[in-house]
């Protein structure tokens, strides 16, 4: 898919990020994750981008997010596969690459992690891992690989593939300036966790659209909310937060890391066999499974 084709597919849509399930050998397991995805497919999103924060990348080697973009292509059908991609530097270009050869449409690029960058080794960065592939790159603006306005522009004028910008950081301030300064050029995508509590806000900075990780067990929940963001049906999204989004915060809050272990709890819940999380994260206890439940019972 060309980039620009991918960039005009996810500017205005629903994104989710599909768990990626381990077997009780820790080893990824395929076929639940398939069986996820077709029913997913079944709802209308812009797109699901496979092994990403929600699907435990940071967890994953270079070859098993492979492995997932290569089982991802093979249910998806003519939708775009995006897969997240990280690391340092050489790794992620080694990892865009084979990303493509598999069969991937994008790539959502995540932090370097651990140490501190200046801002020109972030472009420097981004640039190489643009450079090393021919798909689509969506840039995620959050911990240690943050970018400027001005440096989003440089970057856009030397990367033709760079298509897309997300915010994970809660800075409105130079969400706003990249909007404002780079208008069409890019896709806009609000990342902050549970980000439906924050979506609002950043409409109002530019940015038109989300990423849902509660998509993955109540996806008419999800899109119940999303229509009424993208009709500026304030009330709605209001009640909706008050009922469902809070409360799911609440469970999500009681622990370090659960922003992916609840979600997956809920995958599982809903009867796909999700597996475990991967350490350092740790799974809900059996109290707290049964707030999940309660809490996807009262969204039906």
Same mark, same amino acid.
């Given at each position: ?19 990626? @399930? ?21 709802? @209308? ?16 080697? @270079? ?12 249910? /998806? ?22 990303? +493509?050869?598999?069969?991937?449409? #994008? ?37 240690? =690989?943050?970018? /400027? ?40 995508? #609000? ?19 989300? /990423? ?44 370090? #890391? ?28 059996? +109290? +707290?499974? =049964? ?10």
């Amino acid at each position: 898919m060309a980039p620009n084709e991918l960039r005009e597919i996810i500017r205005h849509g629903l994104l989710s990020f599909p768990v990626t @399930p381990f077997d009780d050998q820790d080893r990824f397991n395929a076929k639940p994750f398939q069986d996820h995805l077709e029913w997913l497919a079944s709802y @209308p999103v812009a797109g699901l981008i496979v092994a990403g924060g929600t699907g435990e990348m940071f967890s994953l080697t @270079p070859g098993e997010v492979v492995d997932v973009v290569r089982a991802a292509r093979a249910v /998806s059908g003519d939708a775009p596969v995006i897969a997240g991609c990280g690391y340092g530097t050489r790794i992620a270009c080694d990892m865009a690459r084979d990303i +493509e050869a598999a069969g991937g449409d #994008g790539i959502l690029l995540l932090p370097h992690y651990l140490t501190e960058a200046p801002a020109d080794g972030v472009a420097d960065r981004i640039r190489a891992v643009c450079n090393a592939t021919n798909m689509g790159v969506i840039v995620y603006n959050r911990g240690q =690989a943050r970018v /400027s306005a001005d440096q989003l522009a440089s970057l856009t004028d030397e990367c033709p593939n760079l298509i897309g910008f997300k915010d994970g950081t809660g800075d409105i301030d130079t969400v706003r300036r990249v909007t404002v300064t780079l208008g069409d050029r890019l896709s806009y995508i #609000g990342g902050m966790p549970t980000h439906e509590l924050f979506a609002q806000a950043y409409k109002g900075a530019g940015m038109p659209t989300y /990423s849902s990780a509660v998509f993955n067990f109540v996806p008419e929940t999800a899109l119940k909310f999303h229509a009424a963001f993208m009709a500026g049906d304030n009330a709605t999204c209001e009640a909706m937060l008050r009922d469902f989004y809070y409360p799911f915060a609440r469970i999500r809050d009681r622990k370090t #890391g659960y922003a992916v272990s609840a979600v997956k709890a809920g995958v599982r819940l809903l009867g796909f066999d999700a597996g475990p999380v991967r350490a350092p994260l740790t799974d809900l206890t059996e +109290e +707290e499974m =049964a707030m999940m439940q309660t809490l996807i019972d009262s969204a039906r």
